[in-house]
T-cell receptor
Framework: GDSVTQMEGPVTLSEEAFLTINCTYT??????LFWYVQYPGEGLQLLLK?????DKGSNKGFEATYRKETTSFHLEKGSVQVSDSAVYFC????????????FGQGTTLQVKP | NAGVMQNPRHLVRRRGQEARLRCSPM?????VYWYRQLPEEGLKFMVY????????ESGMPKERFSAEFPKEGPSILRIQQVVRGDSAAYFC?????????????FGPGTRLTVL
C-alpha cells in the first residue's frame, strides 16, 4: 500500500544552518505531496505542497521538489531560525479518490541560538 | 474566517466511559476527516465524512468507534467504553472539496487521556 518514510529525528541545528529533512514515498498512481508543520500543543499547518512531478512547493523560505524518478520530496531551508523548531510531517494523498492523507512518522527539528 | 474548531481541547475519561469529540469545519467546507496521533507517532487516517454520509471509514477500529456529520451541527467522533490504548490526540481536518490535490485544514486537536 501507499506509504511515506521520513528521516528519523530529532534534528538539532544551530541558527542559520542549512536544513534538509528527507522524505521518500511509495504510491500507486499520481499522488500529491505535502509538508505539514506542528508546533507544540497545536494542530498541523500546511507548509507547502506539490501536485505533480517536478513541481516545487515553497513557503516561508522552505522548499521541496516532487521527484518522481527518486520518489522523494525532501524539505529544505537555507537558513533556519529558532522559531522553526517544530515537528515536520511529510504526507501524500493515497491512491483512493477520497483525498485522505497518509503521513510519515514526523521529524522533530530543534534549532538552537 | 474562523479555522477548524475542535472541542474539548483536553478530555479525561476513565476506562469504560464514553468519549465524544466535536469538530466544526471551516465555513463553506463540507468534507471532514478524522486522524489519530498516538504518542511519538505520525497521524493515521480514521474516517472521511461528508454531510450525512460516511464516505471512507477504512481507518476506523471495527468496534467502539463511530463518527457522524449531521446536516446541522458539528461532526462527532464517538468512542464507547474507552481503554487506555485510546489515549491519543485526535485531529479533525476539513476541505472545501475532495481530491488528491486539495489542502486539508486542521483543527488544534483533542487530547484524550484514559485513566
Amino acid at each position: 500500500g501507499d506509504s511515506v518514510t521520513q528521516m528519523e529525528g530529532p534534528v538539532t541545528l544551530s541558527e542559520e544552518a542549512f536544513l534538509t529533512i528527507n522524505c521518500t514515498y511509495t504510491a500507486t498512481g499520481y499522488p500529491s505531496l505535502f509538508w505539514y508543520v506542528q508546533y507544540p500543543g497545536e494542530g498541523l499547518q500546511l507548509l507547502l505542497k506539490a501536485t505533480k512531478a517536478d513541481d516545487k512547493g515553497s513557503n516561508k523560505g522552505f522548499e521541496a521538489t516532487y521527484r518522481k524518478e527518486t520518489t522523494s520530496f525532501h524539505l529544505e531551508k537555507g537558513s533556519v531560525q529558532v522559531s522553526d523548531s517544530a515537528v515536520y510531517f511529510c504526507a501524500l494523498t493515497g491512491s483512493s479518490n477520497t483525498g485522505k492523507l497518509i503521513f510519515g512518522q514526523g521529524t522533530t527539528l530543534q534549532v538552537k541560538p | 474566517n474562523a479555522g477548524v474548531m475542535q472541542n474539548p481541547r483536553h478530555l479525561v475519561r476513565r476506562r469504560g466511559q464514553e468519549a465524544r469529540l466535536r469538530c466544526s469545519p471551516m465555513k463553506g467546507h463540507s468534507h471532514v476527516y478524522w486522524y489519530r496521533q498516538l504518542p511519538e507517532e505520525g497521524l493515521k487516517f480514521m474516517v472521511y465524512l461528508q454531510k450525512e454520509n460516511i464516505i471512507d471509514e477504512s481507518g476506523m477500529p471495527k468496534e467502539r468507534f463511530s463518527a457522524e456529520f449531521p446536516k446541522e451541527g458539528p461532526s462527532i467522533l464517538r468512542i464507547q467504553q474507552v481503554v487506555r490504548g485510546d489515549s491519543a490526540a485526535y485531529f479533525c481536518a476539513s476541505s472545501p472539496t475532495t481530491g488528491r490535490t486539495d489542502t486539508q485544514y486542521f483543527g488544534p486537536g483533542t487530547r484524550l487521556t484514559v485513566l
